[in-house]
Nanobody
Framework: VQLVESGGGLAQAGESLTLSCAGS????????IGWFRQAPGKGREGIAC????????WYGDSVRGRFIVTRDNVSNLVTLRMNDLKPDAAATYFC????????????????????????WGRGTPVTVSS
């Protein structure tokens, strides 16, 4: 499987952006998808995860209540709706797929030793102006 992120760009603080993670090749239906971000000079941060269905989701403290991850298994697509963007959300955003069986995202979150994300996209940059 290959992953391609899109939808990044420039937003004003308080605005929304929707990122997409498109999978090509094998279906993403039975795989957990994680969203991560990395700001310049900082480490990678896990921000969201969705399991086989939209019922199984997890969000990091920094985005919970503002970001929403959903999956469209027909289109082999996972989206991350980012609402009320803060200036500290500026980063490159990556999606990744775990092709091995994993525990529910809602229980373990990301990153977690039991979630091995083997395939990553190249990322899409997000800039937030204050």
């Amino acid at each position: 499987v290959q992953l391609v992120e899109s939808g990044g760009g420039l937003a004003q603080a308080g605005e929304s952006l929707t990122l997409s993670c498109a999978g090509s090749g094998p279906s993403l239906d039975n795989s957990a998808i994680g969203w991560f971000r990395q700001a310049p000079g900082k480490g990678r941060e896990g921000i969201a995860c969705v399991g086989h269905t939209d019922d199984d989701t997890w969000y990091g403290d920094s985005v919970r209540g503002r970001f929403i991850v959903t999956r469209d298994n027909v289109s082999n697509l996972v989206t991350l709706r980012m609402n009320d963007l803060k200036p500290d959300a500026a980063a490159t955003y990556f999606c990744a797929v775990s092709q091995t069986p994993t525990p529910p995202c809602a229980i373990v979150g990301v990153p977690h030793p039991s979630m091995s994300f083997e395939v990553w996209g190249r990322g899409t940059p997000v800039t937030v102006s204050s």
